[in-house]
Nanobody
Framework: QVQLVESGGGLVQPGGSLRLSCAAS????????MGWYRQVPGKQRELVAT???????NYADSVKGRFIISRDNAKIEVYLQMNSLTPEDTAVYYC???????????????WGQGTQVTVSS
């Protein structure tokens, strides 16, 4: 069984910073792209940032220059450094990864359970 577990969410004041972490565990043969998405009530889940296995990154326009995604392939973890946070960044943040387990011949998409980020004074 494969799991993604996020951590690092919480309450922060506008202009502050938070660092999210996501750890993958289980019978993992290979992890392809990893990423972060976010969702607010009543809206669709949206892309925040992704990173490929070789480190190529992609960001939503709304977070470019403020957020940094990174990964540690040895630890099987992905991170999201969030700076200059605004109330518009308030959402549940989800970790996502394409993972091939030892029991399959192709990768499947996995999601974490989500972590709440609230930006408020």
């Amino acid at each position: 069984q494969v799991q993604l577990v996020e951590s690092g969410g919480g309450l922060v004041q506008p202009g502050g910073s938070l660092r999210l972490s996501c750890a993958a565990s289980g019978s993992i043969r290979r992890i392809n792209a990893m990423g972060w998405y976010r969702q607010v009530p009543g809206k669709q889940r949206e892309l925040v940032a992704t990173i490929t296995r070789d480190g190529t990154t992609n960001y939503a326009d709304s977070v470019k220059g403020r957020f940094i995604i990174s990964r540690d392939n040895a630890k099987i973890e992905v991170y999201l450094q969030m700076n200059s946070l605004t109330p518009e960044d308030t959402a549940v943040y989800y970790c996502n990864a394409g993972i091939q387990s030892f029991w399959t011949t192709s990768a499947s998409e996995y999601w974490g359970q989500g972590t709440q980020v609230t930006v408020s004074s």
